[in-house]
């Protein structure tokens, strides 16, 4: 039987109007590209270590932490460097034993209490003067030194995190800038940002950013700010005439360029 000729443009155009529409739904499914996760990153002349957001705001700390009390560039590495192979620079609540935190440091052994020792500024603080206290530490090798605190049933097993350790605290003390970079996608929130005055003067020892910084001390203001960026839902973050921002994870050259350390935090939304 013949198909009415209005029947017959009725089905053509619903099967136009599907192709259409799935023709939509197949550009739309190709054109939607998922954010990556979170992640930082230490780029050297030789190397590229990559971290998540957590591990480098802990390692940020350190360095920070290492700087406000005066250590030379090579603490900080002893710190890295044990941090890396007693957690992987990750803030454990469990351990062998009673062992916790960062450098798996044990309340009956004299650390801290747990909370304390839980807390990643007091942990590396303790670790500090720990490593101050031992003779020669400043011309030890990097696992000599850790091992020397530590007193590990692996005495050797710091030197493999030797290289990364040293790249982390090149980028997180200013000795080479723009080193560190972090790239991840904010969500919504109807919240103001946390406020970050108070880290700054715990970890880094400065009570405001309304001052002009040396190199080294604005790159380690700068990166810390970077590592702890999403904590703190910063967007961007400028010194020395570079800009950071967080959706690209990358620095570009900006203005002005001068000494003083800016950022930006995320608007409630």
Sequence with gaps: MAVPTAVRRIGAAGVAAALVAAGIVITVSLRHHPAPPPSCSVVTDSASYTLDTDQ????????????????PDHAVTVALATALQESRLRNLPYGDRDSLGLFQQRPSQGWGTETEIQTPSYAAAAFFRALTRVSGWQTMAITDAAQKVQISGLPLAYAQWESEARALAVALTGEQPARLTCRFVLEHSPLAPPEVTTALRNE??????????????????ASWLVAHARQYRITDVSFGGQQWRAKSGRWRSSTPSDHRVRFTQAEPS
């Design 204 to 221: 880094l020892g400065i009570s405001s950013l309304d001052q002009s910084f040396g190199s080294a001390k604005g790159w380690t203001v």
């Design 56 to 71: 480098a705001a802990n390692a940020a700390t350190i360095a920070a932490v290492g700087k406000r009390l005066g250590l």
